[in-house]
């Protein structure tokens, strides 16, 4: 399509051109392992579906531009994503990682490629002199997540990504708790995007998956590799769900910080709720930073109760919202990232960083907010 400064548009139509042998407004799932050759070797564009699949290469080219970069590739699921990305890297290689992040990321980093001799120091990505005092002459990339799932810290992209240059390390944003829509961490200096697309990109609790987009055609290629090479690709039918996905995320992403906002003020009212968590409250610490490199603040808080007794007794007691491991969804999804998201996480480790039995993360669904504020009280008011 024609370049637009528009999310509304962009979202709507990139990926869902029109079909150019029938006419379909819809992409066609192929539905294929292999691919007739008219010779050995002289084929129309594609062999077998591990290495390209008409669906999903239409995907990938869709969020290429969703992200503003140069080549995407899908997988298997978001973490699938994030092990090929750190594929790139060999025994004896350093990263720097968000001290704060999502539990299977740490999982992965700390019991699979440190066996294969890839280390990681896990830094608050917040302190830029704190990244800066962590990077090493082996040091080859920084991992950010920002958002921090579930703490909510912003790191400041353009500051990490200016030190990345100087250094001439791989700076890697995991993207996932914004969208394309709010934020666009390539535009901002990144080099590689990695997302959960299970999450807001799907939006229907329906499909599992993850995506790569990288800034430069050398970078996407490589990603390309690890997805031939190690096989984590996306099949057909999922990378459809996806597509169809981006035609609502522009509506979406509005209704989830708009309920999310609204939400997380009025939780700063009740008295039950000792703290909480959410880039768009002018009292957040990296509320600034957030204005200045995003859209907006998406739709997920995080809160703490008094104590781990009441978050359980609060979070069986919600018939609204669901008690489930994810996000993302229309849905309001609920959960106790200790015990779920993050339980791979020592306990000291998470202690520390202060993600508690009593700290709870609300995905902020597209439900009217005054039921979620109902079903907030009536929970907490049975105790």
Same mark, same amino acid.
């Given at each position: 399509m024609k370049a637009t400064h528009n999310n509304d548009t962009l979202v709507l139509h990139t990926g869902n051109e029109i079909d150019g042998q029938f006419g379909a407004l819809s992409i066609p799932i192929y539905q294929v392992s292999t691919f007739l050759q008219d010779s050995q070797g002289n084929t129309k564009g594609y062999e077998y579906s591990r290495a390209g699949n008409p669906t999903r290469d239409a995907l990938e080219k869709a969020f290429a531009v969703l992200e503003h970069g140069k080549r995407a590739s899908a997988f298997g699921s978001g973490l699938a994503a994030i092990s090929a990305v750190f594929m790139l890297w060999n025994t004896g290689d350093h990263l720097v990682v968000s001290n704060v992040v999502y539990g299977g990321t740490y999982r992965l980093l700390t019991k699979i490629l440190n066996r294969m001799g890839i280390s990681a120091t896990f830094v608050d990505t917040t302190d830029l002199a704190a990244?800066?005092? &962590?990077?090493?002459?082996?040091?080859?990339?920084?991992?950010?997540?920002?958002? #921090?799932?579930? @703490?909510?810290?912003?790191?400041?992209? +353009? &500051?990490?990504? #200016? @030190?990345?240059? +100087?250094?001439? @390390? #791989? =700076?890697?944003?995991?993207?996932?708790? =914004?969208?394309?829509?709010?934020q666009n961490p390539l535009l901002l200096g990144a080099d590689i995007v990695v997302h959960s697309g299970t999450k807001y990109l799907g939006g229907h609790s329906d499909v599992v998956a993850g995506l790569v987009v990288s800034a430069t055609e050398e970078l996407g290629e490589e990603v390309h590799f690890m997805q031939k090479a190690m096989g984590g690709i996306l099949g057909p039918q999922d990378s459809w769900l996806l597509m169809r996905g981006f035609k609502t995320l522009s509506v979406r992403m509005e209704k989830h910080e708009q309920n999310a906002r609204a939400l997380a003020e009025w939780l700063c009212t009740v008295p039950q709720i000792k703290k909480v968590y959410y880039p768009g409250l002018k009292s957040h610490p990296q509320h600034e930073t957030a204005k200045k490199q995003a859209r907006g603040f998406g739709g997920m808080i995080s809160f703490e109760l008094a104590n781990a007794a009441m978050a359980d007794h609060v979070l069986s007691r919600l018939r609204v919202i669901t008690l489930a491991i994810s996000l993302g969804g229309v849905e309001s999804l609920i959960c106790c990232p200790a015990k779920t998201t993050h339980a791979s996480i020592p306990k000291e480790t998470l202690g520390a960083l202060g993600i508690s039995d009593r700290l709870v993360r609300l995905s902020v669904g597209i439900e009217n907010v005054e039921d979620l504020k109902e079903d907030i009280l009536q929970a907490l008011k049975q105790k």
């Open positions: 990244v800066n005092a &962590a990077i090493t002459p082996s040091t080859k990339a920084v991992f950010v997540e920002t958002p #921090t799932n579930p @703490l909510m810290q912003v790191a400041d992209l +353009q &500051a990490i990504s #200016t @030190l990345c240059k +100087q250094k001439r @390390l #791989t =700076m890697i944003v995991d993207n996932t708790f =914004m969208s394309p829509y709010w």
